[in-house]
Antibody, heavy 120, light 107 residues
Framework: EVQLVESGGGLVQPGGSLRLSCAAS????????MNWVRQAPGKGLEWVSY?????????YYADSVKGRFTVSRDNAKNSLFLQMNSLRAEDTAVYYC????????????WGQGTMVTVSS | DIQLTQSPSSLSASVGDRVTITCRAS??????LNWYQHKPGKAPQLLIY???SLQSGVPPRFSGSGSGTEFTLTISSLQPEDFATYYC?????????FGQGTKVEIK
């Protein structure tokens, strides 16, 4: 079964750090670009970051997280990561990882999400 | 950044109704437009990619059309499991922006 499972969410104080993980199974992880998307409480979906299939070739960030978040992947371990530093209250959200399909760059497989709460 | 504006923001409809949601873009980008369904507590689901291609496993009552700056998602006969929030998303340029969402509720 093709599956993505996020982990690492939790409660963190403003200015703190958190590292999210996304474990992939059921497909050739190294062949796909991957994304992080978030949804703040009561809000819509917001794209956060993209990393190409070959780790370092192409990486993009939303302006709202640039300089604070770092995306990476370990193709040998079928895992995607999001290192989040200098966290702010407005980063509070459910974070989803999503597989990027080459055709149209749509997001065809999503995880169930992990909740990040930034609060003192 | 490319802005996407969905209309309406919410709608009430009955089972069996035909429902149309519109997504307007701030600039033209051919057919790099995708549609997703999202239910509370669940993972979003890809319905339509490249404006009009039906994702595998998605019922054919869902269809997409449009190009340039105006796109539509149509549900030909609304079913109970279709009550959800729907998002358009452009994949033409980063940031890969989403529309604000359209919540489809039971009348």
């Amino acid at each position: 079964e093709v599956q993505l499972v996020e982990s690492g969410g939790g409660l963190v104080q403003p200015g703190g750090s958190l590292r999210l993980s996304c474990a992939a199974s059921g497909f050739s992880f190294s062949s796909y670009g991957m994304n992080w998307v978030r949804q703040a409480p009561g809000k819509g979906l917001e794209w956060v970051s993209y990393i190409s299939s070959s780790s370092s070739s192409t990486i993009y960030y939303a302006d709202s997280v640039k300089g604070r978040f770092t995306v990476s992947r370990d193709n040998a371990k079928n895992s995607l990561f999001l290192q989040m530093n200098s966290l702010r209250a407005e980063d509070t959200a459910v974070y989803y990882c999503a597989r990027d399909v080459t055709v149209a760059h749509a997001f065809d497989i999503w995880g169930q999400g992990t909740m990040v709460t930034v609060s003192s | 950044d490319i802005q996407l504006t969905q209309s309406p923001s919410s709608l009430s409809a009955s089972v069996g109704d035909r429902v149309t949601i519109t997504c307007r873009a701030s600039q033209s980008f051919s057919n790099f437009l995708n549609w997703y369904q999202h239910k509370p507590g669940k993972a979003p689901q890809l319905l339509i990619y490249a404006a009009s291609s039906l994702q595998s496993g998605v019922p054919p009552r869902f269809s997409g059309s449009g190009s340039g700056t105006e796109f539509t998602l149509t549900i030909s006969s609304l079913q109970p499991e279709d009550f959800a929030t729907y998002y358009c998303q452009q994949s033409y340029r980063t940031p890969r922006t989403f529309g604000q969402g359209t919540k489809v509720e039971i009348k």
